[in-house]
């Protein structure tokens, strides 16, 4: 017959006070045969295991899944708002601007990266049910990461991997690779349709610097800079001339097997007036996050950023004025559109930098992961420079943490009549568009 449930299983050593949750495992240094776990009384055991690191939002979130030479890869939406239309040609515009193989400037891999919506639609709108997103992998071959089986590429996340979990998925990088943001694009491009219904905004993003070419601060107006002039070549940068510089400089380390970084420049314009938090959840710190996220990515800058450090502070304040229409507006934008975390309706602009492909066609020195020197002449298909495909994506992850942020606004601050001397709504729920099974 068993023990009753207060008592301890296969018991030796004397008994010890439980903590009041209920539940204890007993110290490693116990001989084995010793082992055992107590349950109390006054309350059930709640454990509860997180997917840690895989899930991005509180209030719009997204969970990715997969890896580069898995089966496949995609997100989980949950928390997006019923009755919003998107179709799978609406993720697949975005999805079709990150995938691999798109110029001679990018991995020659081919994927068309085509989505499958499995669930959280009906005929074209959402329903308020998590939205599961599908991409199968169909270009894989592991037969060229044999030799990343027993050697460790010089900055990568082979190693990293190693030492955390004592396992890697060898083909591709597994997570760590890039093929992981193919569900934040998806999730992105609901985030962008959303926040253009509800309050307009607009979020855009361009090459900004590679390498030693870098677009000089005045060559594009953020108030008009559009999606057509970003992708009018295929290094997304606006500017024609500098466009080609970049081409040039991705093409001259291309053919000799090497790599190079760049900065990736993201605007949002329209951003509603108060979106964001003090203190731990500021608006510039969830981007922060966010971007840092981001394979490849080694810095981020706001406003001004590390120049801001050149500036008195008269020289950079950024002061108030009233506008014709009565609005509180800044002279001057060094904050990038956010001041104490969050927004004050002004362009929101910000940087991210990217580091030079790991994986490249040349011998490096590594060890094994018997501990032993080694060459390593990493095979595979691999991007020159990212920042040409890492637009959409950092555009996706700006759109994510807005979308949340605005319904965490949403959820605090208009649950009740708005002080409307200093507030203002950030959008009409009649700008969302009735019920239709043809909407795009």
Known sequence: MAAPASQPVAARAPSRVLPRSGFRAFPE?????????????????????????????????????????????????????????????????????????????????????????????????????????????????????????????????????????????????????????????AAGALAKKILKLKSGVEVLAFVSKVHQVVLPEDAVDYETVTMEQIESNIVRCPDPEYAQKMIDAIDKVRVRGDSIGGVVTCIARNVPRGIGSPVFDKLEAELAKAMLSLPASKGFEIGSGFAGTDYTGSEHNDEFYADEAGNVRTRTNRSGGIQGGISNGEIIYFKVAFKPTATIGKKQHTVSREHEDVELLARGRHDPCVVPRAVPMVESMAALVLMDQLMAHIAQCEMFPLNLALQEPVGSASSIPAFSSDLS
């Open 29 to 185: 240094s116990a001989p084995a045969a010793s082992l055992r776990f107590s349950v109390g009384r006054r309350r059930g055991a709640c454990l509860e295991v997180k997917a840690a690191g895989n899930v991005s939002g509180n209030y719009f979130q997204v969970a990715t899944y997969g890896e580069s030479h898995g089966g496949g890869v995609g997100c989980v939406i949950s928390g997006c708002p019923p009755r919003i239309p998107i179709t799978e040609a609406d993720m697949q515009v975005e999805l079709d601007r990150r995938r691999p193989g798109q110029s001679r400037i990018t991995t020659p891999r081919k994927e068309t990266d085509t989505c499958k919506i499995l669930s959280g639609t009906h005929e074209g709108m959402t329903t308020g049910t998590p939205i599961h997103v599908f991409v199968p992998n169909t270009d894989q071959r592991g037969g060229d990461y044999s030799e990343m089986a027993k050697a460790y590429r010089p900055s990568h996340a082979d190693a990293t991997y190693d030492f955390k979990y004592g396992v890697r998925a060898v083909q591709g990088g597994g997570r760590s690779s890039a093929r992981e943001t193919i569900g934040r694009v």
